[in-house]
Structure formats: C-alpha cells, structure tokens
C-alpha cells in the first residue's frame, strides 16, 4: 500500500513539476505623513484635524472565505506618525446593529476586529501584529518564518480606542515606535497588512491582496512610504513585582514541613533595554510564575517522557528565534516534536530525592529556583537575526529533619542554561542560513549527584531555501552533541529509554559502562512543494539521530538510534465551490530504520479536513501501521516483533460565529491479533450567554484494553524474564473553563479540570521468543500454580517450575489515580503595562492500588480528599525610562 502512495507522490511531483506560479499582486503603497503638536485624540472617532493630512486608503478583498471576492463591507484607514509613535484611523463600514462586540481579556480575539502587520524590518520575514477589538480588547502578535508562526506571548505597551455610529464603527490606534524595531536610515519603507475580521460571516478581508494559493504572508505585504526621520529609540523598560503568598494543606503528624499552612512574600524584576536599534535584552531576576495554570493531569505507562508545553511568559515571548526542531515535517511523527531547546528544562522538578530513614521528614523544593535569566534578540539591517538566551538556576537543597536532628542535602546543583541562535537573510529572504548552539554546566560538589551530567553541548546548522519562485522549498539541518561526566552519568545516559545500549541484541552500538563522554550526531533533509499556483502539495524527508545523539539536558528528544523517512501530498480546494468553503485531502506514508539499518515500521494514513458553506467543518483519518519491530518495547531487553494495527478518527464542529457552539469526535485505534483496543470519545461545547461571558465544557473518556503491558524487568538466576500484563485502563477528564471579563482590562478567569485513571492488569505473561514468527509464540502466560498472589505485600510470586519455590516477584501494578487541579485568577492592568493578579489555585490528588473504576465514587473520593490550596496577591508595575 505504501509503494502504491509512494507511486502516486512522484506522479505528483512529475506532472507539477515545470508548472509555472503567478506572481503576487504588486504591493500597495501608503503615503503616510508626519504630525507635529496636533497628533490625534485616542478617542475612535477620527474627527482630530490631523487625519486631514493624509489620505484614505481602501478597496479591501476577502482573504477568507472567497479569495479575491468583495467584503461583505468595505474598509479604509489612514496613517500618520511622529517621533514617538504611529497613528492608525479606520472607518469599518458595516450595519452597527450586526456589527458583534464581544469583551476578552488580552490576545482573546473577540467578535469584529481590525488588525495592522508592520514588517518594520522589511525582510519580508518578520511582523509586528497589533489587534483591536470593537469591544475595545487589544490583541498582539509577533509573526515570524513569513508568517507560518504567531507568537501571541509578545505583549508590548500601546492604546486603542473604538466608537460606533450609523455607519458602522471606527477605531484609532497609538503605536509607540519604542515597540518596533527598525534601523535608522533616514527614509524608510516598511512592509504593511490591513486586515479586518467580519465575526458573524467569519469573513477576513485585507488591504493587500494575497492569493492563499502562494505561499508566505509577510513577503506579501504592501508598503509604507514617507517615513522619515525616525530614530530608534534605546528604551530601557522594567516591572518590578511583588507577591505574597499563603498555602493550605493537609497536616501529617509528626511531619514538621506538614503543619497544615505556610506564608511568605517575595519580589523581583522583569526588564528590557534596547541595547542598539537592532538589539534588545530582556532579562528577569527571581521570577515567578504563580498565576500560571497547571500541566494537564495524565498517567503516562510508557518508557518515554511527557512532552509539556511552555506557558511561563519569560520563556515564550519570542521563543520564535531559538526554535529549531530536529526533523518538523507535515506528516507528524513521534520524530516531529524533537528540538534542541525545550525551555523546561529550565527551573525544572530537582533531580535527586533524599534517600529517606524511619522518622525523617524532607521537604524538597517543588521545583529549581532560576536565580535569572536574560535574552538578547534582536534582526540587523543587513538580515541577520540573533537570539542568546543565559540563565542560571540556583543550588537547591532539601531540609531533613529526623532523630538526629535537623540537616540540608542538595537535591539539583547550580547550573547554567546557554543558547545562542542566528540565522542570515540571503535573497531578499528566500535563502536563510542558520546556526544554533546550546550548553549545561552544573557545578556538582555533592558526591550523590554525581549522576548528572557535569556539562552537555550541542549544536546544529540549518539551511531553508525557496525555488522556482518561491513553488518549491529546500530544507536541511545537521546536529552535534557531546556530554561529560562521570561513568555513572555516561552510563544512564547508555541505558535510557531512548537509546537502550544495553540490549543484548544490539549489534552495531558499543555499551561500555566505564565511559565518561559520550557523542553523536543528527540532521534531516526536506523538500516541499508549496502549492504555489496549484492545488497540489507534497513534502518529503528524510531524518536520522545516531546512537550516542543526546540533547534532553536542554532540548526534547525522545528517541536517538533512528532513522526516518515520510512523504506527504495534499490537494487542496481553498475557495468556496459547491457545499463546501474550502475542502482538503492529504495522505501520508513514514518508514523507519534503526542505524543498524533493521528495518522497524512502514505506516500510512489518509485524511480529509473541510468546512460547509454554513461554516460546520469536520474531519476524518485513517492510518494502518504493518507489522513492527520494536527496540524499546522489553526496556532494555531484546527487540520485540509486534503486531500491527489499524486507527481510525473523526472531527465535527459547528459555526464558531454562532453563541453556542459543539464540537465532538472519536478515535479507534485497533491492533492485530486482539493486541491493543482503545477507544476514545469527547465533545467540547462553549457558551457565551452574553458578549461579557464564556463558558466553556470539554469531558473525554478513553478506554484502552491492551494484552502486553509492560510490567517490569526482573530475573532469574542469570535470566532476564520480561513481564507483561493484560491491561484494562479507563480514564475520564475534564476540563471546564470560565471567563468574564469586567472590561478589557478587568477579567476573572476559572480553570477547572477532575481526572480520573484506573487501570486493572491480570493474564500476566513473561516473553520467551520476542521475535517469534507468530504473536502466540512469543510469551508464556503464567499458568494458576506459577503465579500467587499476596495481598499483605501486595505483590505477586512467580513459580516457573511449580516446584514451591518463589523464582522472583513483583509488585501489583493495578492503579487508581485521582486528580484535580483548578485556578482562580483576577487580571487588572490598571495602567497600560502594570497588572494586579489575585489567585486561588487549587490541587487534590490520591492515589489507590485496587484498579477499579467507579467514576461516582472516584469524583467523590476526589473531592474528599484534603485539597492543597494556594492565595497568591502579585502586583507589579511597568515603567519607561
């Protein structure tokens, strides 16, 4: 099946291949002008006597959902400017009493809008995006890679005003030029895009025309003339804060650290200089990060770590520059998601758990205090762009407490966290050249934490490339890593899970345990075709990481020792014809080798996405994976034959304009030979009762029926024995959301989110052949006389002989995991750029050894259970100096 698909991609690409694109529409020209002493009044009226020195500017064009096709309304702004700031007037004609003004906190994009780009580089790469809200909400992007990527933690200080009348509404803005960045030639020409969202229609209508079959957004845009005179300003902005905080918990007897409350404050300082017109330093001393939600609960049986998103401001503000995955493709992938910076790394859980007597109590820091950090980013006038990021986190130690009094163990040494990234402009952008480097040093005098690596360094190069005006695009990348420190360290580094040395089949990697430095090396290779002038699309690539490849100090990777290859094709309908707003149907095929170059899984998959005319969309995939081979299944054992399987899933929603609004779906995921069944169903519905108010209910409950769970690795005598389960799981979550916001600046938001995971093994099983031609003949299920169970150890004894002699046991893995975490947060930016949180979080959590599932009574022991709670008071305050 998958040399068939293989087949049709080269078809594909034959027959597109000297296909010719047209080019964009020339760019639009703004002539804009200079005020002096009469800058308008930020009222949204637009009757100041300054907007009379310019010109309107209009004949808008739908971007979405008819490309080209006339808005349902016309627009037209105006543009001045002055040493300080720029000034954007826009009449939005519309009928005022179908014109939508919904509230939202910040970035929250509610109803009609109107939104400017200014590519004040003009690399044709780069945007600085500035939303306003008829309801007055403001919203703020950074755009980078030509628009494929919207940074919406970028949150600069500027104003916006709204009015409405009988023709519709209008609105100002007030830009500070300290919010750009710009060069200090004495002309100036700046990219620009208008855009306005028409929320009852879901319409988007822009100033600059741009086909949505070419690629890139920010290369497209239109331009500003008559900007004169402008110097950059070296802006030094700081927020100090401070916080207060109080804490409620269970009490434990005897536990000093668990004495039912706490209390205590702090301060520190968020900051930013513009070191040059081009450069800029952000920096934090002793942030926190207390109205931040908590991760999503989940039980993770798997041998590989969780991948978490960011959601700390410092860390995603311009997280754009020192982003470089390993291997992205179209296709996703578990290779997909490897990068050589993943941000929380940094103030990470402390490494090392005190090894705990009777009667001694721990209490271990939550997680690594950063000490500080900075970020220096910035895009020169010659192209070329730079970001360096510098953080130390501090010696973290637990206080012990036992008959021997009371001491202090360092659980995480002081360490610092460096990454440096640039990338040149070649080509007026259509050729970048990139470089990436990124380094750990930790200052390890404690003998127990000799485990952690002392130092780890990587770093990589990139190549992006556009062909054949701009139809096609090259992509390349090439990585190196390197790790010091003790054999122990090297050691865990050898057996971890992604890349399991030890396995005892594994002939084309050295396992040496003495070794004190260990290497290795990466890199992927793409080539897309962008659908320019077409509606045919397809990307292809290749990627590898050798063995000794290791970058989870400071970066993501779950699994080294693999080779990659995938291919996608799309065809796409992207304006509107019969039923349908836009319709598209892709497939996808992945191949993967070990670099012993065995062969591991072949996959491919089909699917469709679309939306009707009535803005209802849905979408439908199905993957079938062939029989496999697995290096990791038996964690460190041989590798494993496993059967394949077959999934299936499905998505519909309805309008997204509409007050109420559904969406559900469904996946299946069903293996060979009754190997795994999971099946998972959810829906999500959002109601806004009025224009101030958002509630929204998201339930899931997966159920997953897997025959060969692993267990646990034991042995016997000189033995391995590899033990697996017949496993039972059900879990449900929710997640529930409410948002109100008072004013734009005013908003109470409540996050709450009840999980549930029981999992219930029996059948178990030890594997004897893992590469056995048949699925029956690779296990040996334990027959009644080999297996006893006791209950007071809660564990199993196994019996191989049945000879009365307990050959090795292990513990019962049947779990019960209850969850529940909630936050209460109240946002007031009193002045532009100063904000006031009052915070209620709370947690519950238990964990029960029975396996059964009684969602009732679980939700109702959950929330028996003494919750941890959390006040938090965080003022802080922004100044310009």
């Given at each position: 099946m998958y040399r068939l698909l293989l087949c049709v991609i080269l078809i594909g690409?034959?027959?597109?291949?000297?296909?010719?694109?047209?080019?964009?529409?020339?760019?639009?020209?703004?002539?804009?002008?200079?005020?002096?002493?009469?800058?308008?009044?930020?009222?949204?009226r637009l009757d100041d006597a300054a907007w009379r020195r310019v010109d309107w500017s209009g004949d808008f064009v739908q971007h979405t959902p008819d490309n080209g096709a006339p808005p349902a309304a016309q627009s037209k702004f105006k543009l001045l400017y002055d040493d300080e700031a720029l000034y954007f007037g826009f009449?939005?004609?519309?009928?005022?009493?179908l014109a939508r003004s919904m509230l939202a906190r910040r970035d929250g994009f509610p109803g009609d809008w109107v939104e400017v780009n200014i590519d004040s580089y003009?690399?044709?790469?780069?945007?600085?995006?500035?939303t306003l809200s008829l309801s007055g909400a403001r919203g703020d992007e950074f755009v980078s890679n030509d628009g494929n990527q919207w940074d919406g933690s970028w949150d600069p200080v500027?104003?916006?005003?709204?009015?409405?009348?009988?023709?519709?509404?209008?609105?100002?803005?007030?830009?500070?030029?300290?919010?750009?960045?710009?060069?200090?030639?004495?002309?100036?020409v700046w990219g620009l895009q208008v855009q306005r969202?028409?929320?009852?229609?879901?319409?988007?209508?822009?100033?600059?025309?741009?086909?949505?079959?070419?690629?890139?957004?920010?290369?497209?845009?239109?331009?500003?003339?008559?900007l004169r005179g402008l110097r950059p300003s070296r802006r030094v902005e700081i927020m100090p804060y401070t916080v207060a905080r109080a804490e409620s918990f269970e009490k434990i007897a005897g536990d000093p650290y668990r004495d039912g409350s706490s209390a205590d404050a702090d301060f520190g300082m968020d900051g930013k200089i513009g070191l040059s017109s081009d450069l800029t330093l952000d920096f934090t001393i002793n942030p926190d990060f207390g109205q931040i939600e908590a991760d999503p609960?989940?039980?993770?049986?798997?041998?590989?770590?969780?991948?978490?998103?960011?959601?700390?401001?410092?860390?995603?503000?311009?997280a754009d520059i020192l982003r470089l995955p390993l291997a992205p493709a179209i296709t996703g992938g578990h290779f997909t998601r490897d990068q050589l910076f993943y941000s929380r790394r940094i103030g990470k859980q402390p490494a090392y758990a005190p090894d705990l007597a009777d009667n001694e109590y721990a209490q271990v820091p939550e997680n690594t205090s950063i000490l500080g950090a900075a970020k220096l980013t910035g895009k020169t006038a010659g192209g070329l762009s730079i970001g360096i990021l510098e953080s130390v986190t501090a010696l973290e130690k637990a206080d012990v407490t036992g008959p021997g009094g009371e001491t202090k163990t360092a659980v995480e040494p002081t360490t610092n966290y460096f990454v440096g990234r640039a990338m040149q402009d070649f080509r007026g952008g259509n050729t970048v050249v990139g470089a990436m480097m990124t380094a750990?040093?930790?200052?390890?005098?404690?003998?127990?934490?000799?485990?952690?690596?002392?130092?780890?360094?990587?770093?990589?190069?990139?190549?992006?490339?556009y062909l054949h005006d701009r139809d096609y695009r090259v992509e390349a990348r090439i990585f190196g890593s390197h790790l010091r420190g003790t054999a122990e360290a090297i050691d865990m580094v050898q057996t971890s899970s992604a890349r399991y040395f030890q396995r005892p089949d594994n002939d084309h990697t050295d396992y040496d345990p003495t070794r004190t430095t260990l290497g290795g090396s990466a890199g992927s290779l793409l080539l897309t075709r962008t659908g320019n002038d077409s509606d045919l699309m397809f990307q292809t690539g290749a990627a590898f990481r050798s063995p000794g490849f290791e970058i989870n100090d400071i970066g993501y990777m779950r699994r080294a020792?693999?080779?990659?290859?995938?291919?996608?094709?799309?065809y796409t309908k992207r304006n509107p014809f019969s039923i349908f707003n836009r319709w598209q149907l892709n497939g996808n095929q992945w191949l993967n080798w070990d670099w012993g170059g065995n062969f591991l899984s072949a996959a491919v998959n089909m699917n469709s996405s679309w939306e009707f005319k009535n803005r209802w969309g849905g979408y439908w995939g199905v993957s079938r994976t062939f029989d496999q081979t697995s290096n990791t299944e038996l964690r460190g054992g041989p590798s494993m034959k496993l059967p394949g399987d077959t999934e299936a899933s499905f998505n519909l929603w309805t309008d997204n304009s509409k007050d109420v609004r559904l969406s559900l779906g469904a996946w299946v995921y069903k293996g060979d030979e009754s190997y795994v069944d999971v099946w998972n169903a959810w829906f999500s519905l959002l109601v806004r009762p009025s224009n101030a108010l958002r509630v929204r209910i998201n339930p899931s409950f997966t159920r997953r029926i897997c025959d060969m769970q692993y267990v646990d690795t034991t042995s016997r005598g000189d033995e391995d024995r590899y033990l697996f389960g017949h496993l039972d799981q059900r879990t449900f979550s929710l997640t529930f959301r409410v948002d109100y916001c008072v004013t734009p600046e005013l908003s109470i938001q409540y996050y709450g989110s009840p999980f549930v995971s029981s999992g219930r093994y029996g059948d178990f099983k030890r594997v004897t052949d893992p590469r056995a031609a048949a699925y029956a003949d690779r296990f040996h299920a334990f027959g009644g006389s080999e297996l006893a169970y006791d209950p007071g150890d809660a564990a199993y004894a196994v019996d191989e002989n049945a000879d009365g002699t307990t050959d090795y046991a292990f513990d019962d893995p049947d779990f019960n995991f209850r969850d529940f975490n909630s936050n209460l947060v109240v946002r007031w930016e009193y002045r532009p750029g100063s904000t006031l949180f009052l915070v209620w979080s709370q947690s519950r959590s238990a964990f029960l050894s029975d396996g059964d599932f009684d969602l009732r009574g679980d939700l109702d022991g959950l929330f028996g259970v003494q919750p941890h709670d959390v006040f938090l008071v965080k003022f802080n305050r922004w100044f310009s100096l």
């Open positions: 690409v034959a027959s597109q291949a000297l296909a010719r694109s047209e080019n964009a529409p020339p760019p639009r020209i703004y002539k804009t002008a200079r005020v002096d002493g009469d800058r308008p009044v930020l009222d949204g009449r939005l004609h519309d009928d005022p009493t003009h690399d044709k790469r780069t945007a600085f995006s500035f500027w104003e916006g005003a709204t009015h409405t009348d009988e023709e519709g509404w209008s609105a100002e803005m007030r830009i500070p030029l300290s919010q750009l960045r710009f060069d200090d030639a004495e002309e100036q969202r028409i929320y009852r229609q879901e319409e988007r209508s822009t100033w600059q025309p741009i086909p949505r079959d070419i690629p890139g957004w920010v290369s497209n845009f239109g331009e500003i003339h008559g609960s989940q039980v993770n049986l798997t041998a590989f770590e969780t991948y978490f998103s960011e959601r700390r401001p410092f860390f995603i503000e311009g750990v040093n930790r200052d390890i005098a404690d003998p127990h934490l000799e485990f952690l690596r002392r130092s780890a360094y990587a770093g990589g190069l990139d190549l992006q490339h020792d693999e080779i990659n290859q995938s291919t996608w094709v799309g």
